[in-house]
Structures are given as C-alpha cells and as structure tokens.
Nanobody, 124 residues
C-alpha cells in the first residue's frame, strides 16, 4: 500500500503563490498516477490537476489553467502543486490522491488512496 501526506498549506493573500506537496510512503510515486483535488464548504470534491504515472501527461481544471502546475519528483518521492495568482475562490482543503493505473484521471472514484488534506486559505 501507499500512504499519502500533504504539506505546505496555509494562508496567502490573493495574487500570491503557494506550493503544496504530497509525500508518499510504502511505495514510490512512480508506481501511481497522482491527482490533486480540492473541496470547499458546500461543494463537491473537484479535481484540480492530475499527472500520469510516468509524468508525461497532465490535466488541469479550466479554473486553474495557467495558474497551477503539477509536477513529480521521483527522487524525493513527492508530487507538487505549485499555485500562482491565487484567488479567494481557491480556498479549500486540498487532497492528494493516487491510483495504480497509468492515468491521468479526473474522477475521484478512480483513485484508490487519499491523503488527509491540507487547508489552503486565500485572503483578499
């Protein structure tokens, strides 16, 4: 199995940048397609970005295209989400997810493993 742990969440002003990371243990991240999801109060969990097992293919939600970047670091066994030009509507709990297939995958139901989430709050 793999255990996922998110880190890097916090409070940032609108227009600023923040990076969240997902560290995997038990198995290397190279064995999984990875995704970043977010969930705000009163809203369903939304896929923000996803990356294939090999890192060769990525997906971004329309709302974050051009602002967010997902990347893999196989050496450190982590997946990163760089968030730039943050907006108040980006405020949510951000979750890391993993699936053993090649991906990338957009649907939450495709993922087998989830982290506990990290809070990202964007103030105006």
């Amino acid at each position: 199995q793999v255990r996922l742990a998110e880190s890097g969440g916090g409070l940032v002003q609108a227009g600023g940048s923040l990076s969240v990371s997902c560290a995997a243990s038990g198995r290397t991240v190279s064995s999984f397609a990875m995704g970043w999801f977010r969930q705000a109060p009163g809203k369903e969990r939304e896929c923000v970005a996803a990356i294939s097992r090999s890192g060769g293919s990525t997906y971004y939600a329309d709302s974050v295209k051009g602002r967010f970047t997902i990347s893999r670091d196989y050496a450190t066994n982590t997946v990163n989400l760089q968030m730039n030009s943050l907006k108040p509507e980006d405020t949510a709990v951000y979750y890391c997810a993993a699936d053993r297939n090649s991906g990338p995958f957009i649907k939450a139901t495709m993922y087998d493993y989830w982290g506990q989430g990290t809070q990202v709050t964007v103030s105006s």
